[in-house]
């Protein structure tokens, strides 16, 4: 029987990670930092190890509306061109220290433009970040929030710096009464430049979600999609059987 690798061979083993979130995964020590630095003032608290409680709570409360409430505090102290680089060169150091060797860092350029910064100097902003760590290759995702109507420009702005790190698009936020349709038209942009594209679909709306990014939009890949379990059901005989949905290949 072959045993079980080890925390520490499992970290040091190279891996490939395709979905994370730049503003998801800030180290509290530097949130507190930047929110002094740049004069924000609503952090639940400015103590790291109470605030990396904080977050953790609510990341992992089962309301997904609470977990997208915790952006608001990392994108609150994202909004200058020092901060985007700091945040991204400790992304991709953190990210490394873990085993990865390759990575797909998303993140959406229209939260990071209160303090006047243009949506290319947000994305020259966060490759300058990922370029300054070495060992390892992070390829940036430009996301379009789903309940604003900025996705034509953003896709764009992903086409336009595809050679020099952005490796495609996407859409998220909240899906309920935002479906991905709603976006059609970036999509088929998208389609026509042979850009790549993502869509976070099925994690809050469902199977109508899904069909739609896929039959509709044409995704190359699927942000989360868990709800594609209850298009699953058991035969007698205890073997799974895929419904149209689960069935689909690409």
Partial sequence: MSQRPTPDEIRRAPKVLLHDHLDGGLRAETIVD??????????????????????E??????SLVRYLETFDHTVGVMQTRESLVRVAAECAEDLAADGVVYAEVRYAPEQHTTTGLSLDQVVEAVLEGFGQVPGIKVGTLLTAMRHQARSMEIAELAVRYRDVGVVGFDIAGAEAGYPPTRHLDAFEYLQRENAHFTIHAGEAFGLPSIW???????????????????????????????????????
Avoid: M
């Fill in 57 to 62: 709570e609510a990341s992992d409360s089962g």
């Fill in 34 to 55: 930047l929110a002094r630095e740049t004069g924000y003032d609503r952090l639940p608290t400015t103590d790291p190890d109470n605030l990396r409680q904080w977050f």
């Fill in 212 to 250: 739609q990014a896929i039959q509709w939009c044409g995704a190359d890949r699927l942000g989360h999609g868990v709800r594609i379990i209850d298009d699953i059901s058991a035969s007698e005989d205890g073997t799974a059987k895929l419904g149209r949905l689960a069935a689909l290949r690409p």
